[in-house]
T-cell receptor
Framework: GAGVSQSPRYKVAKRGQDVALRCDPI?????LFWYQQALGQGPEFLTYFQNEAQLDKSGLPSDRFFAERPEGSVSTLKIQRTQQEDSAVYLC????????????FGQGTRLTVV | GENVEQHPSTLSVQEGDSAVIKCTYSDSASNYFPWYKQELGKRPQLIIDIRSNVGEKKDQRIAVTLNKTAKHFSLHITETQPEDSAVYFC????????????FGRGTSLIVHP
């Protein structure tokens, strides 16, 4: 595809429900990042993959959050037993290689927990 | 880990004026500093970046300066236009080990016609 694609664009979940957010990075991009963006704030790091390896998950706020990228391409961020504080925009970004090249963002998934 | 502070949080200017947004970072290992523009409801998009081996970079009306000693970098927009209105984010990226961008909290720039 032409850019990073995320789905769904919007998700409303009842508190306690599990959700899965999908990210399709740009083909060939090695690095993939997940960020959480609260309203009026900057993106906050969640986790980072290099190919299929999850090299850093220090930003995941709790063990209810889990991410995978099993074949080094598509990634899924899963949130179990959603809470109201999980409401945010979840952004995925990918970059071609290391080090320090432009990260391309998807349009994000806006998660609202009611 | 890296900590990025960004100021101001809101900046209101008249069309044609200049706008300056400032960021500081804490990790001396950071060596790549991108700036992103995010319009309402849209994805962040890179507008300019600078690496630590240069002190200044310019692209038409946009320029970025970097002071490695003081650990701060700034975005300068000249001759602002209403379409420049957006939220701007700075980021710092370490050069060794972790290549994870750490973002500032953002500056909402409003350009009044």
């Amino acid at each position: 595809g032409a850019g990073v694609s995320q789905s769904p664009r919007y998700k409303v979940a009842k508190r306690g429900q599990d959700v899965a957010l999908r990210c399709d990075p740009i083909s060939g991009h090695v690095s993939l990042f997940w960020y959480q963006q609260a309203l009026g704030q900057g993106p906050e790091f969640l986790t980072y993959f290099q190919n299929e390896a999850q090299l850093d998950k220090s930003g995941l706020p709790s063990d209810r959050f889990f991410a995978e990228r099993p074949e080094g391409s598509v990634s899924t961020l899963k949130i179990q037993r959603t809470q109201q504080e999980d409401s945010a925009v979840y952004l995925c970004a990918s970059s071609l290689r290391h080090p320090n090249t432009e990260a391309f963002f998807g349009q994000g998934t806006r998660l609202t927990v009611v | 880990g890296e900590n990025v502070e960004q100021h101001p949080s809101t900046l209101s200017v008249q069309e044609g004026d200049s706008a300056v947004i400032k960021c500081t970072y804490s990790d001396s290992a950071s060596n790549y500093f991108p700036w992103y523009k995010q319009e309402l409801g849209k994805r962040p998009q890179l507008i300019i970046d600078i690496r630590s081996n240069v002190g200044e970079k310019k692209d038409q009306r946009i320029a970025v300066t970097l002071n490695k000693t003081a650990k701060h970098f700034s975005l300068h927009i000249t001759e602002t236009q209403p379409e420049d209105s957006a939220v701007y984010f700075c980021a710092a990226v370490p050069g060794g080990g972790s290549y994870i961008p750490t973002f500032g909290r953002g500056t909402s720039l409003i350009v009044h016609p």
